[in-house]
């Protein structure tokens, strides 16, 4: 079976390959996936992408006259696909459910104690021979209360990871998960998680009904100074209204693996170019605002379990085993 790989960097080549076999025929291509480099796809069956390209109705119309029949996604979301189209010309979605957990939650925490303990800004002060303590006043997250909004596999661990801190968790989930409600947490409506978070994580998949769920009439009824973190998917904010609310201080503290306009930003190297995107300039000129360029995911585990499943679920297509591959439907 041929596999065209999209978006695809040296990472992905070393982990895919190793879990590959003579059945399988990854070619790698370092393009991100769109109605334009769809042409790429011609004489493949598979084509396996990731969090940015670019799977809309033209996109995969292009796919479906091309010969495929599989969009593997290596990765756990799928908002970027028009599953309505791939359904209409026989193509089929899958993706990887749950490959780290640990990897995005893990993540979550680590934005929050740089954030909280200014490690960003003590890390530069100190190479540049500055040991002043000035403005790198921190707070203890013990005992802080920390408002969890949406508890599947990383929201849970999330939920644990917090409650070993000596953290009181709250949450929000429209699905309780009894795992977490084992742990002693409580659900509450999202309004209680607004009014009375100290932390405010972010877990829940883009949906339209979370598509700016973080907005001028939910900060409005945030505790002031509440540290948001977002790992989750760029538009969960409004960033025009967050950076209003960063100007007046009621959230005191932003982190960010995940940004409303990523796609044109994020996975490539910048360096020698303008940043036209004044929103996530303006962002940048935050001290209480920490941004990573969508890494969550990016721990050997995860690759590892990421590449392992995606071929798992290509082989299980080959072999017509369709009721063992993890498929997406509208
Ligand atoms: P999951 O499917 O296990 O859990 C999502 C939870 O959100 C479910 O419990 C669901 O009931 C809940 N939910 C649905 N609608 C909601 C709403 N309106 N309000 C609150 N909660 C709602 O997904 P998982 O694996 O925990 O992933 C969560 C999200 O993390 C993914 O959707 C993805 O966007 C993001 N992610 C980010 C990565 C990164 O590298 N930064 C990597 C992997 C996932």
């Known amino acids: 079976m041929k596999i065209a790989v999209f978006s695809s960097k040296p990472y992905d080549e ?156 709250i949450a929000y989930d429209p699905h309780p998960n009894n795992d977490v409600k084992d742990l002693g947490i409580q659900y509450v409506s999202l309004e209680k998680i607004w009014a009375e978070s100290d932390i405010i994580s972010l877990h829940c998949p883009l949906l339209p009904a979370t598509r700016h769920i973080i907005n001028s009439n939910s900060i409005y009824q945030m505790k002031q100074g509440v540290a948001l973190i977002n790992t989750s998917r760029g538009a969960l904010i409004d960033t025009r209204e967050i950076i209003g609310a960063l100007k007046t201080g009621r959230i005191g503290y932003l982190g960010l693996d995940v940004y409303e306009e990523e796609a044109n930003l994020f996975f490539e190297d910048k360096s020698n170019l303008l940043l036209q995107d004044d929103i996530f300039a303006r962002l940048q000129t935050f001290p209480n605002v920490l941004i990573t360029g969508h890494q969550g995911f990016f721990t050997k585990e995860a690759l590892s379990a990421i590449s392992a499943v995606t071929l798992g679920n290509i082989r299980n297509f080959a072999d017509d085993n369709l009721d063992k591959m993890h498929l997406v439907t509208s």
């Open 14 to 169: 070393e982990y895919l390959s190793q879990c590959a076999d003579n059945d399988l025929e990854l070619r790698f291509y370092e393009h991100k996936l769109d109605h334009k480099t769809a042409v790429i796809s011609k004489g493949f069956e598979v084509v396996c992408c990731f969090v940015n390209d670019d799977l809309s109705e033209r996109t995969i119309n292009e796919l479906a006259d091309n010969g495929v029949k599989l969009i593997a996604m290596r990765c756990a979301g799928y908002n970027n696909v028009d599953l309505e189209t791939a359904e209409k010309r026989g193509i089929k979605v899958c993706r990887v459910p749950e490959y780290s957990p640990h990897a995005i939650a893990e993540h979550a925490l680590a934005l929050l104690l740089t954030l909280n303990r200014n490690i960003h800004r003590a890390y530069n002060r100190v190479r540049e021979n500055d040991y002043s303590l000035n403005g790198l006043l921190g707070f203890d997250l013990y005992q802080k209360k920390v408002g969890v909004i949406g508890t599947g596999k990383i929201g849970a661990t999330f939920c644990k990871i917090m409650q070993g801190l000596g953290c009181e968790v």
